[in-house]
């Protein structure tokens, strides 16, 4: 599901919990759209606690109870995701990347029709 900080998916994960169902982000960092890794919001929680904003990206869906699967195809940065155990976001960090979620995707409307309709042609 596209779960990542500018769509941290509130009501779907709500939802998926009381239905005892795992939210799982296959794009965390968002594939860079909205400018992700540069967000000043994102870097100064990233700076504050010495990591990069991809190691804080992760750390806030983790913590948000959301499984993730980042993709690189870089070895660094593959160690660098991995990288994101030995710390924790605290309360504040959480609400200011929490405010982050504009409740929109950043890829295609899930509620528009025809996506909807497009979906339902690969199922067949």
């Known amino acids: 599901m596209e779960t990542h900080l500018f769509n941290p998916q509130k009501t779907a994960k709500s939802v998926m919990q009381k239905y005892g169902t795992q939210i799982e982000s296959w794009g965390p960092f968002a594939e860079g759209k909205n400018d992700y890794f540069n967000n000043p919001?994102?870097?100064?929680?990233?700076?504050?606690?010495?990591?990069?904003?991809?190691?804080?990206?992760?750390?806030?869906?983790?913590?948000?109870?959301?499984?993730?699967?980042?993709?690189?195809?870089?070895?660094?940065?593959m160690i660098e995701n991995f990288n994101v155990f030995g710390f924790e976001l605290d309360t504040e960090?959480?609400?200011?990347?929490?405010?982050?979620?504009?409740?929109?995707?950043?890829?295609?409307?899930?509620y528009d029709p025809q996506t909807v309709e497009w979906f339902m042609t690969l199922a067949k």
């Open 41 to 77: 919001v994102l870097g100064a929680v990233a700076a504050k606690h010495g990591k990069t904003p991809a190691q804080t990206a992760l750390r806030f869906l983790l913590q948000s109870g959301v499984v993730v699967i980042p993709k690189s195809t870089h070895k660094e940065r």
């Open 93 to 110: 960090d959480m609400a200011a990347l929490e405010n982050l979620d504009t409740a929109q995707s950043l890829f295609f409307s899930h």
